[in-house]
C-alpha cells in the first residue's frame, strides 16, 4: 500500500517535471523566432545627381530602411528636400542628409552652396599657363602669387585646398572632360578673400589642382627667438690690497684702469 506521504512527493515532482518542459519549450521558441525589427522611410536620391543641382520629385524617392541604420540627419518626406541644392556630388541610392544639401532661399544656386562663414570670389585664369582646363566644380586648389621686386620674381603659395565653386558660369558640370575657361569662383574664407585680392593688386596669381584626399602637413612651429644679452664693458678694474703699519693691517681697494 502506498502511503500518502509518497503520493504527495510523486504528484508535487510531476508537476515541477511538467512546469520545467514547458519553460523549456517556451524559451526555445523564442530564440528560434526572429526578432522584428522597427523600420523608418528614409529619402534617397533616384539618380545620379551633381553638385550645385537643385533637387526635384524625379531626382528623389523614399525606401525603407531599419530603424537603427537610418543616420539622425537624413529625411522622412521627399516634400522636405525639393528644392533644396546639393553641395555634393549624391550618387544613386545615396542616402539624402542635412549636411549635403542646403535650402535654396533666392538668388543663385551658388549662394545657397557656400559655407555660411565663407564668401565666394571670381579670379581669372590664363588659359594656357597652369590647368584653367581641367578645373571643374568640387576641385580643390592652391593659390600661387607672384610679384617682381627690383628685377627679381619671387612665387610663394599663399593659400591651400581652396574648394572650386563654379568655373566660368558653369557651376555644376556632367563631365570630367577638361573645360577651358578664363574665371574660376572658390570658396573662401573674408581673411583669405582680402589675401587673393591683395595678391592680385601686387602681381599676378595661378591655381595648381591638387588631389583632394591629400592632406597638408602639419608646419613646423617657428624657432624661437634668442635675446642676446648686452654686455657692457667697463674699461676700470678693481683690486684690493693689504696695507701693514707696524702691528696695523688695513685693507684698501684700489681702482686702476685696463
Known amino acids: 500500500m502506498i502511503k500518502p506521504r509518497t503520493t504527495l512527493l510523486l504528484t508535487v515532482s510531476t508537476v515541477l517535471a511538467v512546469s520545467a518542459a514547458w519553460l523549456a519549450n517556451n524559451w526555445a521558441q523564442a530564440k528560434s523566432q526572429p526578432k522584428l525589427e522597427t523600420s523608418i522611410g528614409v529619402v534617397v536620391a533616384a539618380t545620379d545627381i551633381p553638385y550645385g543641382h537643385k533637387l526635384e520629385a524625379v531626382n528623389l524617392k523614399l525606401i525603407q530602411v531599419p530603424e537603427d541604420l537610418a543616420p539622425k540627419d537624413s529625411f522622412t518626406q521627399v516634400e522636405d528636400v525639393i528644392d533644396m541644392?546639393?553641395?555634393?556630388?549624391?550618387?544613386?541610392?545615396?542616402?539624402?542628409?542635412?549636411?549635403?544639401?542646403?535650402?535654396?532661399?533666392?538668388?543663385?544656386?551658388?549662394?545657397?552652396?557656400?559655407?555660411?562663414?565663407?564668401?565666394?570670389?571670381?579670379?581669372?585664369?590664363?588659359?594656357?599657363?597652369?590647368?584653367?582646363?581641367?578645373?571643374?566644380?568640387?576641385?580643390?586648389?592652391?593659390?600661387?602669387?607672384?610679384?617682381?621686386?627690383?628685377?627679381?620674381?619671387?612665387?610663394?603659395?599663399?593659400?591651400?585646398?581652396?574648394?572650386?565653386?563654379?568655373?566660368?558660369?558653369?557651376?555644376?558640370?556632367?563631365?570630367?572632360?577638361?573645360?577651358?575657361?578664363?574665371?574660376?569662383?572658390?570658396?573662401?574664407?573674408?581673411?583669405?578673400?582680402?589675401?587673393?585680392?591683395?595678391?592680385?593688386?601686387?602681381?599676378?596669381?595661378?591655381l595648381?589642382?591638387?588631389?583632394?584626399?591629400?592632406?597638408?602637413e602639419p608646419e613646423a612651429p617657428a624657432p624661437e627667438k634668442k635675446v642676446a644679452k648686452r654686455t657692457y664693458y667697463n674699461p676700470y678694474q678693481t683690486s684690493y690690497v693689504t696695507v701693514i703699519r707696524g702691528t696695523d693691517a688695513e685693507v684698501k681697494k684700489v681702482t686702476y684702469k685696463k
Open 85 to 206: 541644392v546639393t553641395k555634393e556630388i549624391i550618387l544613386e541610392g545615396d542616402i539624402l542628409r542635412n549636411q549635403r544639401i542646403s535650402k535654396h532661399l533666392e538668388g543663385s544656386t551658388l549662394a545657397a552652396v557656400i559655407d555660411p562663414k565663407k564668401r565666394a570670389i571670381t579670379v581669372r585664369v590664363n588659359d594656357v599657363i597652369g590647368v584653367a582646363g581641367f578645373l571643374l566644380p568640387g576641385n580643390f586648389v592652391d593659390v600661387l602669387a607672384s610679384k617682381k621686386d627690383q628685377k627679381k620674381t619671387t612665387t610663394d603659395t599663399i593659400l591651400k585646398k581652396i574648394k572650386v565653386l563654379a568655373v566660368d558660369q558653369t557651376q555644376r558640370t556632367n563631365k570630367n572632360d577638361p573645360v577651358i575657361v578664363r574665371a574660376v569662383t572658390l570658396e573662401t574664407t573674408p581673411a583669405q578673400a582680402e589675401t587673393i585680392v591683395k595678391a592680385r593688386e601686387e602681381g599676378s596669381i595661378q
Open 208 to 216: 595648381t589642382l591638387r588631389n583632394p584626399l591629400e592632406e597638408d
